[in-house]
């Protein structure tokens, strides 16, 4: 293995793309220490640390959206608002393409269509930004009584140059990523987002430490061994599973037609027509998360009130919704999984074109007729991998919730167990080391992954 790692630094071009790549995420990290001069950062980070260790309902909303967005809010920074309106504009503008016919005839224009899309993903991204970063400068201000922004930046003109600049450090953040797509290597926006979350894990190490051995418990004591074997052979088991889901295909048999000229037949090979298990990425714990946030926060408010908190139907669920995430918690969140799951492959997967491009091509899938039958038999094929696809991620989805009732442990240590920032971190390697692999075999060397 480190002979192979040694080869790809022998190749000059994978050699200065690589280099660059780190180059530029060793930046994009940079850029999380620069803060705003309009915040009294000290005060900060020391309000919300408490917001979110007290255990309540936001505190553990806003460990969830940081998670999201790999960003801190411990600390507002230049790249305080991360790559997430960039991310949001693309969901909005794909969306979109899929009931406004403009943007569905954008989307199969091909390169010059993409190329428009593309544009347009931008201007919103900084129309987001800037929403986002203003009510954000104003949210502080008016925090612990306006102990956070100081006293001569709480102005309007103040508040507007925050904005902006959070705004223009997105904007950069965003074309980091393009230049790591075009010069570097693997997915750039993909990558930054890797980079954030892989950047939590020296405080996860920490809170780890101060759970199991800060707390008067020794290495050997009754139950610490016992918990660290179980979260150790759980996170290996874990990233097992999602790779193999993640590379998962269910491969359809197909065969071309067989074309007489002359006295030589050409055509008839048999080749395969892979679909994947998981069509719909990390999408859906996404979307299932963001929408549960609405009735966490909800409920929260509900149980400040005198007479409605005291409702038993209210606590029950504020209960359930609040730091424990209880049965109904997760029962909603695997519902929306599997709603999700259905309505991004329905959106992305159309077997529809699919059926018409086999058909293009002279292609067919033994057993079904061209056009509509085989439209159908796709469309039946993807809804029942589909099923599994979506149980999956409910498992993996669930996961730190049980881990952190289970083993009494932080929910940014179990976050590293599954979820988003499993799945993103694992998807986004494995498609870092096929790229990679790519370059190598281009110039007969053997990949990473081969025997």
């Not at 400040?304 to 504020?318: A, C, S």
């Not at 209960?319 to 997760?330: C, H, L, V």
């Amino acid at each position: 293995m480190l002979a192979k790692f040694a080869t790809v630094f022998k190749i000059p071009e994978l050699r200065r793309k690589i280099y660059l790549t780190l180059f530029l995420l060793f930046v994009y990290r940079m850029g999380f220490y620069i803060p705003l001069p309009t915040i009294d950062q000290a005060r900060m980070q020391e309000n919300f640390e408490k917001m979110k260790s007290s255990g309540d309902t936001l505190g553990q909303t806003l460990k969830m959206v940081e998670l999201f967005s790999a960003s801190n809010f411990g600390n507002s920074t230049i790249f305080g608002l991360g790559i997430m309106p960039y991310i949001s504009a693309s969901i909005i503008l794909q969306l979109l393409g899929s009931v406004y016919p403009p943007l569905e005839k954008l989307q199969k224009e091909g390169e010059a269509g993409r190329k428009k899309i593309n544009e347009y993903t931008r201007y919103l991204t900084v129309g987001l930004c800037f929403v986002q970063s203003f009510m954000w400068i104003k949210y502080l201000a008016g925090f612990a009584q306006g102990g956070i922004v100081y006293s001569a930046f709480s102005g309007f003109y103040p508040t507007l140059v925050a904005a902006i600049t959070m705004t223009a450090g997105t904007i950069f953040l965003m074309w980091i990523g393009e230049q790591i797509d075009e010069y570097g290597i693997g997915n750039g926006i993909s990558l930054l987002i890797m980079a954030g979350i892989l950047s939590r894990i020296p405080r996860a190490g920490v809170d780890l430490y101060e759970s199991f051995l800060a707390n008067g418990v020794s290495l050997g004591g009754d139950r610490v061994i016992e918990s660290l074997l179980i979260l150790a052979v759980l996170f290996v088991t874990v990233i097992v599973g999602v790779i193999f889901i993640t590379q998962g295909q269910r491969r359809i048999p197909t065969q071309s037609a067989k074309h007489v000229r002359g006295r030589r037949v050409w055509g008839g090979q048999k080749q395969s027509l892979p679909l994947r298990v998981n069509q719909a990425g990390v999408m859906p714990i996404i979307f299932a998360s963001s929408l549960l946030m609405f009735p966490t926060l909800i409920l929260q408010q509900l149980a400040q009130m005198e007479k409605v908190g005291q409702w038993w139907i209210v606590e029950q669920l504020h209960a359930s919704f609040g730091g424990e995430r209880g049965y109904i918690y997760n029962v909603c969140y695997i519902g929306l999984i599997y709603f999700f799951c259905y309505f991004w492959t329905a959106i992305t997967f159309n077997p529809k074109d699919m059926a018409n491009n086999l058909k293009d091509y002279g292609s067919f899938i033994p057993g079904h007729r061209p056009g509509k039958r085989t439209a159908e038999y796709l469309e039946r094929v993807m809804v029942r991998i589909t099923y599994v696809g979506a149980a999956f991620l409910a498992l993996v989805a669930v996961i730190p919730t049980v881990i952190q009732g289970f083993l009494n442990i932080d929910f940014v240590i179990a976050s590293f167990f599954g979820g988003t920032g499993l799945l993103i971190v694992v998807s986004v390697g494995l498609d870092l080391v096929q790229k990679i692999d790519s370059h190598l075999v281009m110039r007969n060397y053997g990949g990473l992954l081969e025997s």
